[in-house]
């Protein structure tokens, strides 16, 4: 086979990764002919563009006409050539191959939580559902990252079921794994951490608001969170209300220092509402730092016996925090716990079960 793949996003981004991990295992075994990914010069990504096989998709942004043009950018640099099958990722690089009527194809949307739990305004949320609608229409094959998400496109999308297929995202454990010897935790304090973004559905203010009852009752524990543009958000404004010492945010973390930023932390909380799949605590456990997670979407699906979970209550988070501040012996069990779960999920399981879908399509 010579399978196209397509990102409408750079590789910086959840969905770009995605993109780069999956090619680079569907080019290690020798089906990929080319990955199209947006290019601009001096981006930070634009390094990957030394590998033969990523091709360059040259685009403007237009402030908020950028979803709309993008799939015009993408599909004119598809006619460049064409393989056995387009596997384009998000709906952005989908309605690009859409236009395609003889090619194959297939479409990873990961999850349709805009659907039922938008962050965006209204017209970007019709664009997204008229684009599901198109997929539909032409009984293109969608993936979707977690059984939890395959319920929910055949709920909220009404995409018929033969059509949806799950394949579990992967983790790098070349770029995420446990450093004994270089974790450095600070030694004269507690330190929470939490990376995933900080939008809404993100729940930033649960884990501000109980963290608010552990600064108060147990002496030198911090909290740092991990996310772009915090300066945008209520947050900070929420951490000072609420008259928080101990919190502080990083802005963005590149992959590259990711790791380490786990690495840093002495537990890990992740207070999302709904994840389609949740990288960011499997990567965690992968670093060997205990996980204490919400149960949102797919996240009890995903994490398994990885985590130790609490229920979208200040007092039950706080109280977890506070048990798992003070008993090394269970955040020690909670890390081999981690380790081994983590070990679950490979770029390489995912790339083989994706080739498997491909060969049934062409």
């Known amino acids: 086979m010579e399978i196209i793949e397509v990102t409408c996003q750079h590789l910086l981004s959840g969905i770009g990764r995605y993109g780069l991990e999956l090619s680079s295992g569907i080019e290690r075994q020798g089906q990929l002919k080319a990955f199209y990914k947006p290019y601009k010069e001096g981006h930070p990504d634009s390094v990957h563009h030394e590998s033969e096989w990523i091709r360059k998709v040259h685009y403007r942004s237009l402030r908020g006409m950028h979803p709309y043009l993008m799939p015009f950018f993408i599909r004119n640099a598809l006619t460049v050539e064409r393989g056995d ?77 033969e059509l949806v297929h799950v394949v579990y995202n992967g983790i790098n454990h070349d770029q995420f794994f446990p450093q004994e010897n270089e974790i450095k935790r600070p030694k004269d304090r507690f330190r929470i951490v939490y990376s995933g973004g900080l939008g809404k559905r993100k729940n930033v203010g649960l884990l501000l608001k109980a963290y608010q009852q552990v600064e108060k009752k147990i002496k030198d524990t911090e909290l740092v969170i991990s996310g772009a543009h915090p300066e945008r958000t209520e947050y900070p404004a929420m951490a000072e209300e609420l008259g928080l010492k101990n919190v502080r945010f990083t802005g963005f973390i590149d992959d590259e220092n990711m790791a380490d930023f786990y690495r840093s932390g002495h537990l890990m909380v992740f207070p999302s509402e709904y994840e389609g799949f949740g ?56 890390t081999g716990q981690g380790l081994e779960h983590a070990q679950k999920y490979t770029w390489t399981n995912t790339a083989e079960r994706t080739l498997q879908l491909y060969r049934t399509l062409v």
Not at 90 to 119: C, Q, R
Not at 123 to 139: D, E, L, P
Not at 300 to 306: A, F, R
Request: net charge neutral; hydrophobic share 40%; aromatic share 10%.
């Open 85 to 161: 099958l387009i596997h384009a990722h998000w709906f952005m690089s989908g309605l690009a191959a859409s236009s395609y009527k003889k090619n194959p194809k297939i479409i990873t949307m990961h999850d349709v939580s805009l659907l039922h739990l938008p962050e965006k305004g209204g017209n970007y949320i019709k664009y997204y559902a008229w684009a599901i609608h198109r997929f539909k229409s032409q009984k293109i094959p969608i993936i979707v990252v977690s059984e939890h998400a395959k319920q929910d496109a055949i709920k909220y999308a009404e995409y018929p079921e």
């Open 279 to 334: 990288l960011a605590p499997l990567e965690s456990m992968a670093c060997g730092t205990p996980v204490l997670c919400a149960k949102g979407g797919a996240l009890q699906e995903t994490s398994g016996q990885g985590a130790i979970y609490f229920d979208y209550d200040v007092g039950d988070l706080a109280n977890k925090m506070m048990l798992l501040s003070q008993n090394e012996e269970n955040r020690s069990a909670l």
